[in-house]
């Protein structure tokens, strides 16, 4: 019987659970024992009950939980090879080769090194006499796929992350309720969104929530002009009969010259053509609570995929991700995801950016 670990690591994101379930349930199926790992790479290194065997019954009610419910977190000792040789001693001692991970960029690259380096570790595992030759040739080879569980959508070759339209949905209806008191004092508001290498959440929130004014980490606005831009267009929507007006900012949002462009900047240029300005910093309600249909789904679909996948890999195969695009679930090269997104913000594009301008301001005419 195949073994198969699962863990979520890094930030966490609604529908990490559902993914859990989904794989726990759908290795179950598919004969295998599956151990979901506590904390994230922590639990992998601190091993014992850490790691434990999950029944079909322990992830009833999953689906629909925010968070994540076997932990996540940060480990800097799997960022170092001795913390990944003791991980690697703790899935041996178990039986484990195989390990599906729930996480960023960050989390699936680390899970890439470790597969890479499996072959040199388990070899050192024999002659330090920590296994033994049975275990040693019983465990020749590291299975891993991985899911993208992300509020941001900040990753390439994929269409959704598992847990950006929760957010994105959570970041909407925070916006309605400011967008109330603003609307019956004909007030600004100034909402910062997450987001620091990644915009999506605070462009498409820009677009639902009909925001006045949107900043991004990808489209930085000219420096020493982006006040008198933004101040002119805002005039001219309270000109045109607007009483509230909405400014969006990603928390990783700067200016032509790599400055911030603060929320409190912008309460600043606000409050200088008169508006009275409220600064909203959204924060943590961000990430929580129940994940929404679509999350639920995906994460569903792509875990039953990402346990195929596990069980289908070979030691020639690269590592593969579990990803969407156009609607179908698909596995894209776990290195080259990686490095596309490292490459470029793809998740944003110029055209939803000039949708965006065009729809909440007659004038635009780019
Ligand atoms: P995310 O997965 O959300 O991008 P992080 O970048 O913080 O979040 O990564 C989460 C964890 O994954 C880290 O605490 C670390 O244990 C592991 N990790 C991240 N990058 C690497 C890496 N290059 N090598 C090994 N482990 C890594």
Redesign the pocket.
Known sequence: RKRIGVLT???DAPGMNAAVRSVVRSGINQNCDVYAINE??SGLIKGGDMIHKMSWDDVRGYLSIGGTLIGT????E??ERAGRLQACYNMIERGIDALIVI????????AD?FRDEWPGLIKELLDTKRIDEKQYKAHQHLNISGMVG?IDNDMAMTDHTIGAYSSLSRICTNISWVSATAESHSRAFVVEVMGRHCGWLALMASIACRADYVFLPEMPPTANEWVGKMQSVIERHRKGGRRSTLVVVAEGAIDSELNRISPEMVKDALVEIGLDTRVTTLGHVQRGGSPVAFDRLLATLQGAEAVRCVLESTPETPSEIIGIRLNKIIRVPLQESVAATKRVAEAISKKDFQLARSLRDSDFNE
Not at 103 to 110: E, V
């Open positions: 690591s890094g930030g994230g790479y977190a940060r480990c800097m799997f960022r996480g960023g960029d960050g989390s699936l690259t680390g090194t992300s």
